[in-house]
């Protein structure tokens, strides 16, 4: 991937502005509301594609987080992918260290990558961002098909620094504990109360499908369909950015599924068969 864009797509509409550049990773480098930057803008550019900044916002494809040793099983077989540099494990996937492609119209901006077999995914895969602008809400399509002739492991999500934001709140059935290499401990807690996200603080959470803030006054929320209802969230020490990360499937899922937890609650793990999709949608809304 080059380092540096050659080119930025804009798409300016209703309370929303938005600049991506599919040369990063297919990354938004700015999005804002009302003028007011809704996440951290992408400024430090170039960059080395694995020592992103905490700015802009990327996707996650054919999987996100970690993958414990970078290994799992896999249709009767090992397979074994290259590790995130000085890691024992793999980090987000690639596809935000690849070039993708990008299209635009009045009030959609579509990114697309084609990913063939590499040391990351031995599986050829498109994946798909679009944007669309509708009044006071930010529509966000994600999709992922499997190019190759046998069964694909699928995973994706989004992964935006957000900035401003307070209060932030959901209502999540469960939560999987931390270990030490932000690894889930398999010993999920069930939730029956409001979680309100401090500085500092990492979730990985299952079975919620709205996040909800506040954003310069306003009230905001993040709502996805029930293919994302396991997102990540994550606020820095400083305040400086919030993660918010709706995904698929829990971290390292694919190393979980034949624990314990497995048997009683949902990892989120998917397989797409040749030729097949898994779309998924975000709403972001600021009333």
Not at 215 to 223: A, C, D, E, I, Q
């Amino acid at each position: 991937m080059s380092p540096l864009a050659k080119f930025t797509m804009i798409l300016n509409k209703h309370h929303f502005y938005i600049e991506a550049a599919p040369e990063l990773g297919g990354r938004l480098c700015c999005l804002k509301f009302q003028d007011k930057d809704l996440i951290v803008p992408l400024t430090e550019r170039p960059f080395q594609p694995t020592q992103w900044p905490k700015q802009g916002a990327y996707p996650l494809f054919p999987y996100h987080n970690r993958i414990e040793n970078a290994q799992f099983g896999w249709q009767q077989k090992i397979i074994t992918l290259a590790t995130f540099p000085e890691s024992e494990h793999t980090l987000h996937g690639t596809a935000h260290q690849k070039v993708w492609h990008g299209n635009i119209s009045a009030d959609t901006l579509t990114m697309i990558l084609n990913s063939e077999p590499d040391i990351d995914w031995p599986w050829a895969y498109q994946a798909t961002q679009s944007f669309r602008i509708i009044e006071n809400t930010l529509h966000i399509e994600l999709i992922l098909k499997n190019l190759s002739n046998t069964p694909m492991p699928a995973g994706m999500g989004w992964h935006p620094y957000f900035c401003h934001l307070k209060n932030i709140t959901c209502r999540p059935e469960t939560h999987w504990p931390l270990n030490q290499e932000l690894l889930p401990i398999p010993t999920p807690e069930v939730f029956s109360e409001t979680l309100t996200l401090a500085a500092g603080e990492t979730y990985y959470l299952s079975g919620c499908q709205e996040i909800t803030f506040e954003f310069h006054g306003k009230s905001g929320r993040l709502t996805t369909d029930k293919t994302l209802n396991h997102p990540v969230l994550h606020a820095s020490p400083d305040g400086s950015y919030t993660c918010i990360e709706p995904t698929t499937h829990i971290p390292n899922a694919l190393n979980l599924v034949h624990s314990e937890a497995a048997l009683k609650h949902s990892l989120g793990t998917l397989s797409l068969s040749p030729g097949s999709k898994l779309v998924s949608s975000i709403k972001l809304t600021i009333d």
